[in-house]
């Protein structure tokens, strides 16, 4: 796992799972704006904010895995996308827990 390290932007970057988690997370709020539950190439690109070289290379990645199917430049996410979403914020909140408890146990010794 490489460092964080923030880039020009003052932003943390991202690794692999966090993008694709976004990814999915556009498509799913494109979906809602939609009455075909379907989801625009462009817009999901513009919404995740990465080079279009790695948004292909990552929306390959969720395709292969599952969590989105493309038709036709149209996006709609399946059921292992919405469970993956699900299962990542678990993730995020248990390691949020663990870092907050990490630093309360430092600031009393």
Sequence with gaps: M???WNNKLGR???EKKEIIA???RAVQSE???FTQREAVLTRVYYKIRVPYTRFRKHLTAAVEEALVR???NRLFITHMGEEFLV???KVLAIVGRAKDD???LAASL
């Design 87 to 89: 299962n990542h914020d």
């Design 31 to 33: 979906q809602g704006n």
């Design 12 to 14: 943390p970057r991202r």
């Design 2 to 4: 490489r460092p964080s």
């Design 102 to 104: 990490h630093t309360l």
């Design 22 to 24: 976004d990814l999915v």
């Design 70 to 72: 493309l038709v036709e």
